[in-house]
């Protein structure tokens, strides 16, 4: 099975997991439904006690959650997943282009690497059986012909021998890059099959006092483990990238007819190698994306701002009804001494 039919198998799933939400709908209702009692009667109760009109704009908190928790699956998933698929697509679009691009690159290269070798007649046998067969009609049956014959059969077996090790060691690391991707995507869809089941008792939660910011704290790891798939893509397009721009310079130098390839693929190798190590930032890099904070540390700070304004103010109001009370009694008492 292809690595890209395991990731729609993934995708399939999570499709299959989200009629779950519906489950845990109904231990929600009832958590958020004692949660808007306690909520909106302690508030009531606060205005009573305090001779205060009640305001009912904050007590409409509790039954907009409970309108998401009683239709989760299409009011937040549904909304939250509209929004964010275009990423993924235009993300996965990107890849698919310069993916194309490098495999047109890399068949270029590998015919212009044959033409290569052929060019050269000391490696011509090497890349091509009918210049080897050519070069063995070429020899006779003398002794050093006899020499030069089995020196071909074993310089063309150890460029094949190098050949399958460093084509098997670059398949290798393929795979493990793919791996790498299969492993990311696959955590993804767990931690958001998660996400999404539970995400009926997380938005109850949140109706209770102290736990308010329960909500926006599951919005935002819901998005940044949902952007995982898009982060990945823009690596890979990235990789890809670098990849395209190193061919298209091999490309500039077997364009020379002097020039003879050596087969190496060590650059490519090592950059493969930092993508698989690359892939295991991406949820670090994602949590640089979005996120929660609420207004307490800016309400806060913002407060005792004010309060410190007000003491500079009093201090200074102060100061100034000093002053002027002391210039008061002054006057009046240069009246008094007059008369």
């Known amino acids: 099975m292809e690595f890209e039919s395991l990731h729609e198998v993934l995708r399939a799933l999570y499709d299959e997991m989200m009629p779950l939400c519906s489950q845990m709908s109904g231990v929600a209702r009832g958590i958020a439904g004692l949660g808007a009692l306690f909520y909106v009667a302690f508030r009531v109760w606060q205005a009573l006690a305090r001779a205060e009109p009640i305001d009912v704009y904050p007590l409409l908190r509790p039954f907009a959650v409970g309108i998401c928790v009683m239709f989760f699956p299409v009011i937040v998933l549904g909304t939250i997943n509209s929004v964010l698929s275009p990423i993924v697509t235009g993300t996965h679009g990107m890849l698919e282009g310069q993916t194309l691009d490098l495999h047109k690159l ?36 003398s002794p050093s012909d006899i020499a030069a014959m089995a020196g071909m059969y074993i310089e063309r077996a150890s460029y094949n021998l190098e050949k399958q090790i460093r084509d098997w060691f670059r398949e290798l690391v393929e795979i493990l890059f ?26 109850a939660i949140s109706v209770w ?9 599951w919005i935002s790891r819901y998005i940044g483990v949902y952007l995982w798939l898009p982060v990945a893509d823009l690596f890979s397009t990235m990789l890809a990238k670098i990849q395209g721009l190193m061919i298209e310079k091999d490309i500039e130098q077997l364009a020379d007819p002097n020039f003879i390839p050596d087969g190496s693929s060590v650059v490519y190798i090592i950059f493969m190698l930092i993508g698989i190590v690359g892939y295991f930032t991406i949820p670090t890099v994602t949590s640089w994306i979005i996120q929660s904070g609420g207004m307490g540390s800016f309400g806060r700070n913002m407060s005792q701002s004010a309060r410190k304004a007000g003491s500079v103010a009093g201090a200074g109001a102060g100061a100034v009804a000093g002053n002027i009370a002391g210039q008061a009694g002054q006057v009046k008492g240069e009246l008094l001494s007059k008369k």
């Open 106 to 141: 890399q068949s270029q290269k590998d015919q212009l690497e044959k033409e290569a070798l052929l060019r050269n007649p000391e490696t011509a046998f090497l890349s091509s059986n009918e210049e080897f067969d050519k070069k063995l009609d070429e020899l006779g049956w």
């Open 209 to 217: 006092d102290g736990f308010q910011s329960n909500l926006t704290q």
């Open 178 to 203: 793919e791996a790498a991707a299969l492993v990311i995507d696959t955590i993804r869809t767990f931690f958001l099959i998660v996400l999404s089941i539970l995400g009926p008792i997380a938005f």
